[in-house]
């Protein structure tokens, strides 16, 4: 999970060359190219991905931006692209989740994990278990969650079990999100998360594990034989109708179970200048692995 940007947009169809850091940006377009279409326009705010986006000023492509959420502001759009895409594929695409599914979000504090909460809320997940330390976890529960998990006084799999030490089956789990697994503290949840899945039927779908980052054996075998059955390595597909289902989230919300309309509300962690100290402090919080949500640097042209 890499600090965010604002910046401002020229939106092309082609990509540039040439080294650059931060992917996710939030801006107003300046200039187009000859051959967008009338989809943009110079003055629309937009959001989305641009490769190199720590600047003044970067080019994105058309089909990598949507026009920015009117109830986000730029901090928070700027915050959205890889966090909310990869989380919404992750479950929809990876996890299949369904109405009423049990969920659980290991890493339920950071960047992605928060971005699941939420995102799971709005797919219909009956239970949300969010696994993160016990200091965060009253902000884990604020964002949706029906449970936490404290990692420092319990495993995922003690919190699972029976009064017999046996797996309850009734706590198995339909979709495990794995935002943790291989993020730079020697985690590796896959196999004991294997171990927690909802077995399939013919009435309802075999659980799905799904990590974002994996652990060695997974990267392994995706680049060889493939992931075994029911686990994925998520990679995230960069498309604007993903951009749009997430604006209307954030814009319109959806009905939750208390039939009160829910929004996506994105968690800033930090806003910082666009300085050289300033960026230095980002990536020295980014790499801390401590952020509650995004690190966004504002750009000032």
Not at 103 to 112: E, N, P, T, Y
Not at 173 to 190: C, H, L, M, P, R
Not at 205 to 217: E, L, R
């Amino acid at each position: 999970n890499s600090p965010r940007y604002m910046t401002k947009a020229v939106v092309s169809t082609q990509s540039t060359g040439g080294p650059g850091v931060g992917i996710d940006v939030a801006g107003v377009v300046e200039e187009k190219g000859d051959k967008v279409g009338d989809e943009f326009k110079v003055g629309d705010e937009v959001y989305g991905g641009s490769n190199g986006s720590l600047a003044d000023y970067t080019v994105v492509k058309s089909e990598e931006i949507a026009h920015k959420p009117k109830n986000a502001s730029w901090t928070e759009a700027a915050s959205m692209f890889v966090t909310y895409m990869t989380t919404l594929q992750a479950l929809r695409d990876y996890g299949k989740i369904c109405k009423d599914d049990r969920v659980l979000i290991i890493g339920a504090s950071g960047g992605c994990g928060t971005a699941a909460v939420q995102l799971a809320r709005s797919m219909g997940a009956k239970v949300i278990v969010g696994v993160c330390s016990g200091k965060n976890e009253e902000f884990v529960r604020s964002l949706g969650a029906t449970d936490v998990v404290d990692y420092t006084k319990q495993t995922i799999r003690d919190y699972c079990l029976d009064s017999t030490g046996s797996v309850d089956p009734t706590k198995r789990f339909d979709v495990i999100y794995d935002a943790a697994t291989n993020s730079g503290a020697g985690e590796d949840y896959k196999d004991i998360s294997m171990g927690l899945l909802s077995p399939g039927s013919t009435e309802k779908k075999h659980g799905q594990y799904v990590a974002i980052n994996g652990s060695p054996g997974m990267w392994l075998r995706a680049f060889t034989i493939g992931c075994s059955a029911n686990q994925h390595l998520m990679v995230m597909k960069r498309n604007p109708a993903d951009l749009c289902h997430l604006r209307s989230l954030v814009d319109e919300g959806w009905e939750g179970s208390s039939e009160e309309k829910e929004f996506v509300k994105p968690v800033i962690a930090e806003e910082l200048p666009f300085t050289e100290e300033a960026v230095q402090r980002g990536f020295d919080i980014l790499k801390s692995r401590r952020a509650r949500g995004k690190i966004v640097f504002k750009v000032d042209c």
